[in-house]
């Protein structure tokens, strides 16, 4: 498997995490998104949207992180990263498309205009207005992560894709100085995803840490 990804990126980050925590074989490639590697036409002939990551194996081209990371998940099977049964595999995808819809887009403005790793790297204007708007959507989301963490480790009790799709984006706002305080086991479960050592790799990876 060929793993296309870019540096600062909270999708590759994610790609990679749950990549790593498969056990999945793979070839790293790096894309300079701010050369404007990603428009390439060699790139754009597997990701027509010109976006990273996106990952080949063999026949097979893909990109959307969680589309790449199910992917994975099915193909490595021991990796125990779905549940077993239909009904969890709903709950799973559940958790992905309320983080891809609600969650990440709500981060992204804030993170954006308050870590300093982000806007290093971008060197983007800051929109204040898009950021508090940000942090106004996450007062609605972080509570309902924060209730199904109720009696819980990880979202679908056992570690799963579910919890994967959260750390980067989540992380980057916290590494911002988004108070979590009000939210304490989302808090604490956002250090246990950044404890495991594929999450350390993948951060390496990408964040270059």
């Not at 296309?4 to 056990?23: D, M």
């Not at 990263?81 to 983080?99: C, T």
């Not at 989540?170 to 100085?177: D, F, M, Q």
Request: contains cysteine.
């Amino acid at each position: 498997m060929d793993f296309y990804y870019g540096r600062i990126s909270g999708n590759s980050a994610r790609a990679a995490f749950g990549l790593l925590e498969a056990g999945a074989q793979f070839e790293p490639r790096f894309l300079d998104t701010r050369a404007g590697e990603n428009r390439s036409a060699e790139y754009l002939a597997l990701n027509p949207m010109g976006k990273i990551p996106a990952l080949v194996d063999g026949a097979l081209k893909l990109w959307e992180s969680n589309a790449i990371n199910w992917y994975v998940a099915e193909k490595i099977p021991g990796s125990r990263l779905l549940p077993a049964s239909i009904e969890g595999r709903a709950r799973v995808q559940r958790w992905l498309f309320f983080q891809s819809a609600h969650v990440s887009p709500a981060c992204l403005p804030v993170f954006r205009a308050t870590n300093a790793r982000v806007q290093a790297f971008w060197q983007g204007t800051i929109d204040p207005q898009a950021a508090e708007a940000g942090r106004k959507e996450l007062a609605r989301y972080l509570p309902v992560l924060e209730g199904a963490l109720a009696d819980r480790e990880w979202l679908e009790r056992q570690f799963s894709l579910a919890d994967v799709a959260y750390a980067p984006h989540l992380w980057l706002v916290a590494e911002g100085g988004f108070d979590l305080s009000p939210y304490p086991r989302v808090r604490d479960w956002l250090g246990r995803l950044t404890a495991r050592p594929a999450w350390r790799k993948a951060a390496e990876l990408i964040f270059g840490r």
